[in-house]
């Protein structure tokens, strides 16, 4: 048995529980995995057996619960410093810490026009002015993050060289972003070079590649996540 255990939702449609998961999952750290499918009947109480927010995610650390997915994130990276998930420079560092801020946050029309859906094909779908200011917001911050470390690694021997990734190698910020990048995806967004490579960087993790896999099989619909399914 695991030391920890990740209480997640559905995977075609918990953004929220795949952040967590993916940061483990690419830190190397062993967990037990507890899935409980969104509304449906009595899924309330599930939850509630493990978290007292009645929501996903939630690690179990021993008796201990962290719930919400940033403060999974946060405390996975403190228990495990080797791992590097925050950058080791404090500027970057607070860089990163505003990024997935602002995405824990903001975005609401992102969310609510084109919720994650792993298993469907949606392209132009949901893209209205107030989504494509999310997106474009979202692009500026990658680009930000990226430029940032590019600046810093340039002076810090030893530091992994700027890439794909947002601070160099993955780190909690890239989690925080991965359902995004899902999202770009279902919804056929076009976007500039250097977004697309990202979004095909994170897609592309074998981690990712897991979730999409098992997201593909599930059978449930939540049809508050389907705003598109009825039409044609």
């Known amino acids: 048995m695991a030391r920890f255990t990740l209480v997640i939702g559905n995977k075609n449609y918990s953004s929220w529980s795949l952040r967590p998961w993916l940061l483990l999952r690419q830190a ?31 690690l179990i650390d021993g008796g201990f619960v ?8 946060e405390h996975i990276a403190e228990l495990f410093p080797e791992q590097r998930l925050w950058p080791a420079d404090w500027r970057t560092r607070a860089r990163a ?6 995405m824990h946050s903001g ?20 893209m209205r002015p107030d989504v494509r200011a999310d997106i474009e917001r979202i692009c500026a911050i990658w680009s930000d993050c990226r430029a940032s470390y590019a600046v810093y690694a340039e002076t810090a021997p030893g530091q992994p060289p700027a890439g794909d990734f947002l601070f ?37 993790l074998p981690a ?13 619909i939540i049809e508050e996540d389907e705003p598109y399914r009825a039409q044609p």
């Not at 899935?35 to 109480?45: D, N, T």
């Not at 962290?66 to 994130?73: E, V």
């Not at 810490?97 to 602002?102: F, L, V």
């Not at 084109?114 to 949901?126: D, K, Q, S, T, V």
Request: proline residues 6%; neutral net charge; glycine residues 6%.
């Open 208 to 220: 990712m590649q897991e979730w999409i896999n098992a997201a593909k099989l599930e059978q449930e």
């Open 168 to 204: 160099g190698h993955f780190t909690c910020a890239d989690a925080m972003y991965a359902p995004v990048c899902s999202r770009l995806l279902t919804y056929g967004v076009d976007l500039p070079d250097a977004a697309r490579r990202y979004v095909l960087a994170i897609t592309s």
């Open 66 to 73: 962290i719930w919400d997915s940033l403060a999974i994130c």
């Open 28 to 58: 190397g750290i062993e967990f037990d995995e507890v899935r409980v499918p969104l509304f449906q009947a009595g899924y309330k109480e599930a939850i509630l057996r493990y978290s007292p927010a009645g929501k996903v995610p939630a």
């Open 107 to 126: 975005f609401g029309a992102l969310r609510t026009h084109m919720p994650m859906n792993i298993r469907a094909h949606l392209p132009g779908r949901g």
């Open 97 to 102: 810490r505003s990024a997935c801020a602002e």
